[in-house]
C-alpha cells in the first residue's frame, strides 16, 4: 500500500513537472505571440476575404480584446508541438521500446494535421462562408457592417476547432497503438460517431445547409479514414504482442 501511494505522488510529481514545462514554454510563446501579433492581424485585415469588408470597433476595448486574443491563440499555436510531446514523456514509462518510438513520430504528424485543419478552414471554408453571408445581405438589401471583434471571433471559433478535430486520425493511431482502441470498436460506434460530429458541425457553422455540409462532410471522411488507420495500427499492434508473447514462452 505504502509502494503503491509513493507510486502515485511520483506520478503526480511527474505530471506536475510537465505542466510547469508546459507553462514555461507557454509563457514564451505569448511574449513571442505579443510581438507578431499586429502584424499577423494588419495581414489578415489586408486579404481578399477581409479587405472589402467595413470593420468597426463597437467597444473601446474592442482592439485591445483582439490584439490579446491574437497574442494567447498565437501561444497556443506555438506551443502545440511542446504539448504533444510532453504527453508523450508522461506516458512514455508505460509503453514498450517498440511503442515509445513509434508514438513519437504522431508529434510532427498531429502538428501537420493541425496546421492542415487551419488553412482547409480558412482557405476553403471561411471564404465559402463569408460569401454566402455576403450574398444573403444583398438579396435582403442589408447593408453589411461588421465588427472587428466579431469578424475575428468568427474566424477563430470556424479554424480552432477544424485544426483540433483534425487530430482525429492521430488521437485513433495512439490509442489503437496502446492498445485501448481496435477498428472494429469504431466500427461499432460509426453511427453515434456520425452523430457527434453532426452536432459539432452545427455548432461551429452558421445555421444554412450548405456550410454545415461542407463541414460535415470532411469530418465523416476523417472518421473513415481514422478506421482505416487504425486497422494498419492494429494489425502491427497485435504482431508486435505475438512477438512478444512468442519471446515470453521460448
Known amino acids: 500500500m505504502k509502494q503503491q501511494d509513493m507510486s502515485i505522488w511520483a506520478h503526480l510529481e511527474e505530471l506536475r ?13 505569448l511574449i ?44 497556443l499555436v506555438l506551443i502545440f508541438p511542446v504539448v504533444l510531446y510532453q504527453l508523450w514523456a508522461f506516458v512514455k514509462p508505460g509503453l514498450h521500446e517498440k511503442e515509445q518510438k513509434a508514438t ?12 492542415v485543419g487551419v488553412a482547409f478552414a480558412y482557405f476553403v471554408l471561411f471564404p465559402f462562408i463569408l460569401s454566402f453571408m455576403s450574398t444573403m445581405a444583398d438579396r435582403l438589401n442589408i447593408t ?29 493511431m495512439f490509442l489503437t497503438r496502446i492498445g485501448l482502441l481496435t477498428p472494429d470498436f469504431l466500427r461499432k460506434i460509426r453511427k453515434y460517431a456520425y452523430f457527434v460530429l453532426l452536432v459539432i458541425a452545427g455548432f461551429i457553422t452558421p445555421p444554412d445547409l450548405f456550410s454545415h455540409l ?30 512478444a508473447d512468442k519471446k515470453q514462452s521460448d
Open 17 to 29: 513537472r510537465r505542466l510547469f514545462v508546459v507553462l514555461a514554454f507557454f509563457i514564451v510563446a
Open 144 to 172: 453589411e457592417q461588421y465588427g472587428i471583434n466579431e469578424y475575428f471571433d468568427f474566424l477563430f471559433q470556424l479554424i480552432l476547432p477544424f485544426g483540433a478535430l483534425f487530430q482525429l486520425p492521430v488521437v485513433v
Open 104 to 115: 513519437l513520430a504522431y508529434i510532427p504528424i498531429a502538428f501537420v494535421l493541425f496546421l
Open 214 to 243: 461542407m463541414v460535415t462532410v470532411p469530418l465523416l471522411l476523417l472518421y473513415e479514414f481514422s478506421i482505416w488507420l487504425s486497422k494498419l495500427t492494429y494489425r502491427k499492434y497485435k504482431l508486435t504482442e505475438d512477438v
Open 32 to 75: 513571442i505571440g505579443f510581438f507578431i501579433s499586429s502584424p499577423l492581424i494588419t495581414l489578415l485585415q489586408q486579404t481578399p476575404e477581409a479587405k472589402d469588408l467595413p470593420m468597426n470597433a463597437f467597444k473601446m476595448t474592442d482592439p485591445l480584446r483582439i490584439f490579446m486574443t491574437f497574442t494567447f491563440a498565437t501561444g
